[in-house]
């Protein structure tokens, strides 16, 4: 099939694609300003008479029940996210760069090991991570969180960050470390300058997982000081039934930080994965 001709094809699979992103999004901000009434209406109404935006006003007042501790929940995941995508950056970056530099009995298998953790659910190491965290006190705290969040998160930015490593020139760092500069040196002046279109991209990824996370936070979390926003979210739904146009409102609100950071930073993200592909 000529170029030409499959061009139309392509915009088609764009346009599906782009859609079966957007519909679930678009339908949740659409749900947040519509009313009861009007989500459970048959025939389905699609777009509300009039936008309720009391939801927003009573999160953004924060004055009883779920809502109350909404912005708490937004604190710990602001807390949890971004302490875990710190460390696992700086950890993950240092590890990768041993992976992609150095040479040592037993790389490969040890690189491995590390990935097949990306294969392992979480519900099959929530138990023993509940009694690890236990053990050391931390249950109902926000490090145990942010460490669970890291045990899944690093290997991944391990494996980012390795990838674009080897896109980095090595004459580039053979000369620095002719003009006497250190291994260190080396990495902090010359390597992780030239990977920041990777690093933000792991970075975007890091934060958007631990953002995400549920199923550890439920079960390592049963007090307001620790609880995630998503957490938080899930309680609204109670055994009288569940508030859908709140809830909506309260996922509209948890989306906003991932998606204006994935917005802001989507150049990088695209540079971060494509350079890593190619090796210079």
């Known amino acids: 099939m000529s170029r030409p001709k499959a061009r139309p094809l392509l915009y088609v699979a764009v346009l599906a694609l782009c859609a079966a992103i957007l519909a679930p999004y678009s339908w949740l901000v659409i749900s947040s300003l519509s009313r009861r009434v009007e989500l459970t209406a048959i025939p389905l109404k699609w777009l509300p008479k009039s936008p309720n935006l009391e939801n927003y006003r009573e999160i953004a007042a924060g004055s009883s029940g779920v809502n109350a501790s909404l912005k708490v929940g937004l604190r710990n995941s602001l807390a949890i996210a971004g302490s875990s995508t710190a460390f696992c950056l700086i950890a993950g970056s240092l590890a990768a760069y041993v992976f992609s530099r150095l040479r040592f009995r037993g ?29 050391l006190g931390l249950l109902n705290t926000i490090p145990a969180l942010a460490l669970a969040d890291c045990a899944f998160i690093l290997p991944l930015v391990i494996w980012l960050m390795s990838s674009y490593f080897e896109s980095v020139p090595r004459d580039l760092e053979e000369m620095a470390r002719i003009d006497g500069c250190s291994r260190f040196g080396t990495i902090f002046r010359i390597i992780l300058p030239l990977s920041t279109p990777g690093l933000a991209a792991s970075g975007i990824f890091a934060f958007i997982i631990a953002w995400n996370e549920f199923f550890s936070a439920l079960v390592l979390s049963s007090t307001l000081r620790s609880k995630t926003i998503s957490v938080i979210i899930s309680e609204y739904s109670s055994k009288v039934g569940v508030d859908y146009v709140a809830m909506a ?13 994935a917005l802001a930073f989507q150049k990088y993200i695209v540079q971060g994965l494509t350079a890593g592909a190619v090796k210079g």
């Open 249 to 261: 409102a309260a996922g509209v609100v948890a989306s906003l930080p991932p998606v204006i950071l």
């Open 107 to 135: 790389k490969g298998l040890v690189f491995s090991l590390i990935l097949l953790t990306q294969f392992m659910p979480m519900i099959v190491l929530i138990i023993p991570i509940y009694v690890v965290m236990g053990k």
